[in-house]
């Protein structure tokens, strides 16, 4: 599957920004999706997870409540809406999909190439 990450930018502490993550090349509804972030300097961490039915949705603990991801399969898109921002979200993000079908556990196999938020203070 093909991924593409769209919808970052420059926003003051306290905005909001929508991510998206376009998918193509397979079927797209039967494949758990996840958000990613890494910030300069520290290792990519998990920020947000939906399950491939929808149903069930995670998070870490440092963007809970502020954060919401979801996924329209009839556009291919997973989304992660991101309110509340603070400095410390500043990161390249990136949407990853599970690499077994119908699964809501094991590797993300595909990744899109990032796109880049940055809060300031």
């Known amino acids: 599957v093909q991924l593409q990450a769209s919808g970052g930018g420059l926003v003051q502490a306290g905005g909001s920004l929508r991510l998206s993550c376009a998918a193509s090349g397979r079927t797209f509804s039967s494949y758990a999706m996840g958000w990613f972030r890494q910030a300069p300097g520290k290792e990519r961490e998990f920020v947000a997870g939906i399950s491939w039915s929808g149903g069930g949705t995670y998070y870490a603990d440092s963007v809970k409540g502020r954060f919401t991801i979801s996924r329209d399969n009839a556009k291919n898109t997973v989304y992660l809406q991101m309110n509340s921002l603070k400095p410390e979200d500043t990161a390249t993000y990136y949407c990853?999909?599970?690499?077994?079908?119908?699964?809501?556990?094991?590797?993300?196999?595909?990744w899109g190439q990032g796109t880049q938020v940055t809060v300031s203070s």
């Open positions: 990853a999909a599970r690499s077994l079908p119908y699964k809501d556990y094991g590797e993300f196999g595909s």
